[in-house]
């Protein structure tokens, strides 16, 4: 440990002095006037190599550019070589070309701010304006840039008028950067990603004509930037890629529905699907002492899920903008996800629990390489291969938690069949019926897919991570660095050699031995003038593939890797499953990333020997049985046990069953099965009736790292009944409040008080889901503590759920007019005198503490959120609300039509020494 620790010192000592040495340098030459750009050394700028012999051999081999669009927008079987040629083209160009940016406006948004933005919007849409394009002018053989430069190049013979419409920076040959002028539409609408407002169909997506980068630094463009920064951060727009919208689309999600997204992370989805679920659409009326108020309270719920806690706190980051209380934040191994319904609901038409469930797995993303250049050099066959069972484990939890009558959307941002397809046909293959394809192309318009294929050949790669770095291990730099440790290690073993470990596996040595490079392993990799299958397949094999033709063929030592389940159909099979309603979306058919997506009706409950595989499944990944156990037995031999009602049912089902007092397992698959039995802390008690590795134990970070104040892996519990009073006198709440949604993450005067949604509360929470899984984040802030010492209540109220609280406020409440409300949105200590003799008036009589302030005609419509958390002292009054909220509320009122006050007179503020009270802090 004390060695590891100094190697690192070490190295980032080295590291401080090369940076230092570096820097000055710089500072030297730019004393003595030398043009350092101009001496950077070509290595310093490294363009990543659009290029991989294995990843386009093997699509290639596997049929990927065997269809092309027609002029119908159909899509056709390529006729010969040179249109399937021409089709590999189109496919390698538009994967080589940066990935253009795409965002969405929030459909939970009030229909008058909706409007509006649409309305700013339509200056950027379909308006072509001239902007400057900077590419590096050092670039691979390959690529995006070369193809661009030449298509500008064509573009200028061309031209009529014979202006130059490129030119290269100061007119310097020698410069790294060379400046092309288009002429581009900004933004182009997304026609599938829509609403309904009022009779009338409503876009609500756009992708951009540029790329994030050429966004961000490019003049002309800044209009369009600044207004996407804006709304983005008051959460009134949500930057996602266009192909990420399609699965909660096809999902078809409604109000009060509820919703369970297995892998949520980053959120981008989960955000979508919370808009609709989530949003202020249903009304219910709260009538309290002398009013009736509009209460939006959403009646349905999303269950947010993620394997990795990290990654769970990333999602409720991204989440909060929309600060929704109809979301449950949970971190367990999706495989493992708990299931809730009674036990006698199992097998019939009263199974699971979901209405609908997003399977958005974990996979390669060779989809993603257009934003992630690194998977060009990373692609691995292998990995797709070692995915393929975790996939399939997921999708089958989700259709087991999925009601009957419910929907299932399964997706990947990878284009490899052994990630989807075959995942697809071994799920409807397990289900037997249970499960049957949607085909939802027809509600999914401007959507270009192409269908899902039936047949697909199954490779895979040599155990190559040696060969792989086999260069890089035999550099004279390796060389030297091996003789070093090698001296190093005689000099402690006191003169004598220690044991060298034999290799493992002799035959992969051998294999490393006879390893040839292959001739089509060229970067970048050179087509194939002939398509058919004899010269492919040569290719294939040439760069280190095998291929089976059935699973019989496969070796014991890679069934691991490569599983029965990774094979086609068989054509009988391939009739029934209809996999052609699979959606495929593919880089160069709309501009975007590669993505699959297959949407599952699930029509009946799962049998018993589908709920036993799906736990058979779960297990197998942590290593608790044997990989494809059910293919070792005739299904009748399958070991039975006789239940209390008569009933029999499978070892396996039992199993699963025994969950039921367990909290799932959090964490990466794999990294469990090492651990030290010896361990205490995760020790596992000796129960051979559950099994080896039914539970795996959640991860505890050695380090403790600061953690948010509202986050944390504690359970939600009842608040102290001590704590209301004060509370409820001071705001002067009535008798209607519901102080059984309020919950808090400790026991006794808690830090925060949350608003939990009524179905959450009662469908998960009241369910016991806190004791199967690791809950991370749900509910808004309420109520947060504060010290006053002159006040009963030692709580002030909170931004984040004061819609939810006002509409039983009795007390502390002031209604305003626009210009008091916008005076309002201002930072720091504002004086009473700038405000109108009305709202100062109001202001004095009331006690220092927290207090609401709301827009004067929006106070009953509190789905539109227009209220303020102000804060009283002696002699000003400071707002309680974050920048970017304010600037959400300033877009609303001049949506709603109300111009910002002078601004001279919100410069009114007094000094900080003025505004302070001795007996009150918060």
């Not at 310097?172 to 182009?188: C, G, H, L, Q, S």
């Not at 699907?273 to 349905?300: F, I, R, S, W």
């Not at 090698?486 to 044991?499: H, I, T, V």
Request: aromatic content about 6%; proline content about 5%; hydrophobic content about 30%.
């Amino acid at each position: 440990m004390g060695r590891s620790k100094w190697n690192r010192k070490r190295k980032a000592s080295e590291r401080a002095a090369k940076a230092d040495k570096d820097h000055k340098g710089k500072d030297a030459a730019n004393k003595n006037g030398e043009n350092t750009k101009a001496n950077k050394p070509s290595q310093d700028y490294t363009v990543a190599k659009t290029s991989n012999p294995k990843m386009e051999s093997y699509y290639s081999y596997i049929g990927l550019h065997n269809l092309a669009k027609s002029s119908n927008g159909t899509f056709t079987p390529c006729a010969n070589d040179t249109e399937k040629t021409a089709e590999r083209e189109r496919f390698m160009s538009s994967l080589r070309a940066i990935l253009p940016a795409s965002f969405r406006i929030d459909r939970s948004l009030d229909p008058v701010m909706q409007a509006k933005l649409i309305e700013e919007m339509k200056e950027f849409v379909g308006k072509e304006i001239e902007i400057e394009i900077e590419l590096p002018k050092r670039s691979e053989a390959t690529g995006g840039t070369k193809d661009l430069l030449d298509s500008v190049k064509e573009t200028e013979e061309g031209d009529e008028d014979g202006n130059n419409n490129s030119n290269s920076k100061n007119g310097d040959a020698d410069n790294d950067e060379v400046v092309i002028k288009r002429k581009i539409a900004p933004a182009k609408p997304i026609p599938f990603l829509s609403t309904t407002t009022s009779g009338t169909n409503v876009i609500l997506g756009y992708q951009l004509s540029v790329d994030r980068r050429t966004l961000r630094r490019n003049p002309s463009l800044s209009p369009l930037h600044e207004w996407m920064k804006i709304h983005t951060d008051c959460g009134h727009l949500t930057r996602q890629e266009t192909v990420s919208m399609i699965p909660p689309v096809v999902l078809d999600v409604k109000p009060g529905m509820s919703v369970l997204d297995m892998c949520a992370a980053p959120g981008s989805k989960t955000c979508q699907l919370v808009e609709v679920v989530g949003g202020m659409n249903d009304c219910n009326v709260v009538n309290t002492d002398d009013k009736a108020v509009k209460h939006h309270e959403p009646k349905g719920y999303v269950v947010a899920n993620d394997a990795e806690p990290k990654r769970a706190y990333m999602l409720v980051t991204q989440l909060r903008r929309l600060q929704s209380p109809s979301v449950f934040v949970t971190s367990c191994d999706g495989q493992y996800f708990p299931i809730l319904d009674e036990k006698k609901d199992k097998g019939t038409e009263r199974e699971g629990m979901f209405d609908r469930v997003l399977c958005d797995v974990p996979c390669s993303g060779d989809g993603t390489v257009r934003k992630n250049p690194g998977i060009w050099k990373q692609w691995n066959q292998n990995g797709a291969l070692a995915l393929h069972p975790l996939q399939l484990s997921i999708a089958l939890r989700g259709a087991r938690v999925a009601c009957v009558g419910g929907y299932m959307v399964y997706s990947t941002c990878s284009m490899n069949p052994t990630e989807n397809e075959s995942v697809v046909a071994e799920l409807l293959r397990i289900t037997d019926g249970s499960l049957v394809l949607v085909d939802p192309r027809s509600r999914m318009e401007g959507l270009v897919a192409r269908p899902g294929v039936s047949t697909w050949k199954v490779l895979r790669e040599h155990n190559s991570r040696k060969r792989k770095n086999s260069k890089k291990k035999n550099s004279p730099k390796m060389i030297a660095k091996r003789k070093e440790w090698e001296e190093k290690r005689q000099k402690e073993s006191n003169g004598e050699d220690a044991p060298r470990r034999e290799p493992e596996n002799a035959v992969e040595e051998q294999e490393k031995e006879k390893f040839e490079r292959s001739p089509y392993h060229t970067i970048p990799y050179i087509a194939p003038m002939t398509w058919d299958e004899d010269t492919l397949r040569e290719r294939t094999t040439s760069l280190g593939f095998v291929e089976y033709s059935n699973y019989n063929e496969v070796e014991p030592e890679w069934r691991r890797r490569v599983r029965a389940s990774c094979f086609p159909p068989t054509e009988d099979e391939a009739k029934a499953f209809e996999l052609h309603k699979c959606l495929r979306c593919l880089p160069h058919d709309m501009d975007t990333g590669g993505f699959f997506v297959a949407l599952f009706k699930k029509v009946k409950p799962l049998s018993p020997d589908a709920d036993a595989r799906m736990h058979q499944l779960a297990r197998e990944s942590r290593g608790g049985i044997e990989v494809d156990a059910h293919l070792n037995k005739e299904s009748n031999d399958v070991e039975m046990t006789e239940t209390e009602d008569g009933n029999e049912e499978s070892v396996l089902q039992k199993r699963g069953d025994d969950e039921v007092n367990r909290k799932a397992p959090t964490g990466k698959i794999g990294q469990y099965h090492n651990r030290k039995k010896n361990d205490a802390e995760d020790a596992e008690p000796e129960n051979d009736e559950v099994g080896e590795v039914e539970q795996a134990p959640i991860v505890h970070n050695k380090k403790k790292k600061k953690e948010h104040n509202d986050l944390s892996n504690e359970d939600f519990v009842p608040i102290d009944k001590n704590i209301w009073p004060p509370i409820v006198e001071q705001f002067g709440l009535g008798p209607g409040f519901p102080k059984e949604q309020y919950m808090a993450r400790a026991a006794g005067e808690a830090k925060v008080l949350y608003f939990m949604a009524k179905s959450i509360k009662e469908e998960l929470i009241d369910k016991g889901i806190q004791d199967r899984v690791t809950v991370i984040n749900s509910g808004l802030k309420a109520f947060e503590r504060c010290s006053i010492a002159d006040n009963r209540s030692k709580y002030r109220i909170s931004q984040e759920a004061i819609q939810f609280v006002l509409p039983y406020m009795t007390k502390r409440l002031l209604v305003v007019g626009p210009d008091d409300f916008h005076k309002c949105c201002a930072k720091g200590f504002m004086g009473f005198d700038i405000f109108s003799q009305k709202f100062q008036d109001e202001v004095r009589d009331l006690k220092s503490g927290s207090f609401v302030v709301a827009l004067e005609g929006q106070q009953f419509d509190v789905g539109k959120k227009m209220l303020l958390i102000m804060w009283k002292r002696d002699n000003c009054l400071e707002c309680f609300v974050s920048k970017t909220e304010m600037d959400g509320m300033i877009s609303k009122l001049r949506a709603l039509g109300h111009a910002p006050p002078d601004p001279v007179d919100c410069e009114k503020m007094v000094e900080g020494e003025q505004c302070v009270e001795s007996n009150a802090t918060t």
